[in-house]
């Protein structure tokens, strides 16, 4: 069974651009979450999807938006980006209901801002 | 609000030898889960082991096993026999099932298994 797939892998952006991320979950994997991770603040949680629905938001500007599709394919977007936002953005899939927090991660998607 | 600190940001020990990583965390809550999950350089974040806090009983997977301290709110990590495989950061992660999808992290221990 293939794993969680992020694409683009690395990217670099100027500031003030729009960055979109994908990610694809394990096949059956209903929900979808994002994380960002930095050096200095670690792993912080984006948003959660099931269902095409967003059900959890973490605490990021308005900048951060995502959506899924009916396939559970997901995508994040950062508009007007910052210097800040260099990180790796990590995606990760579960079952959803029965899982209680067992995430399966990808390889993440890391993104410098000049 | 939860938080989950890990003091030890770095550690390293003898490949054969044991380790223990030390997570504490914070809730009011009373039925939640607790997760270790391992990073190692430049590959995917996985998952080492899971305790449900309605659970006594610690949890064991293989080498890993857990010390689970519901009223210390402790939850340390233990690898026996320690691998060079085992080199990685090793996060401990808090998770409530109403707080979908959201797993609150710790800082992150990095440790280097050597030969």
């Known amino acids: 069974k293939a794993g969680v797939t992020q694409t683009p892998r690395y990217l670099i952006k100027t500031r003030g651009q729009q960055v979109t991320l994908s990610c694809s979950p394990i096949s059956g994997h209903r929900s979808v979450s994002w994380y960002q991770q930095t050096p200095g603040q670690g792993l912080q949680f984006l948003f959660e999807y099931f269902s095409e629905t967003q059900r959890n938001k973490g605490n990021f500007p308005g900048r951060f938006s995502g959506r899924q599709f009916s396939n559970s394919r997901s995508e994040m977007n950062v508009s007007t980006l910052e210097l800040g936002d260099s990180a790796l953005y990590l995606c990760?899939?579960?079952?959803?209901?029965?899982?209680?927090?067992?995430?399966?991660f990808g390889e993440g998607s890391r993104l410098t801002v000049l | 609000a939860q938080t989950v600190t890990q003091s030890q940001p770095e550690m390293s020990v003898q490949e054969a030898e044991t380790v223990t990583l030390s997570c504490t965390y914070d809730?009011?809550?009373?039925?939640?889960?607790l997760f270790w999950y391992k990073q190692p350089p430049s590959r995917q974040m996985i998952l080492v082991i899971r305790q449900e806090a309605y659970k006594q009983q610690n949890a064991t997977e293989n080498r890993f096993s857990v010390n689970f301290q519901k009223a210390a709110k402790s939850f340390s990590l233990k690898i026996s026999d320690s691998q060079l495989g085992d080199t990685a950061m090793y996060f401990c992660a808090f998770f409530l099932s109403s707080n979908t999808g959201k797993l609150i992290f710790g800082q992150g221990t990095t440790l280097q298994v050597k030969p």
């Open positions: 990760a899939s579960s079952l959803a209901i029965t899982s209680a927090g067992e995430l399966f």
């Open positions: 809730t009011s809550e009373n039925n939640y889960y």
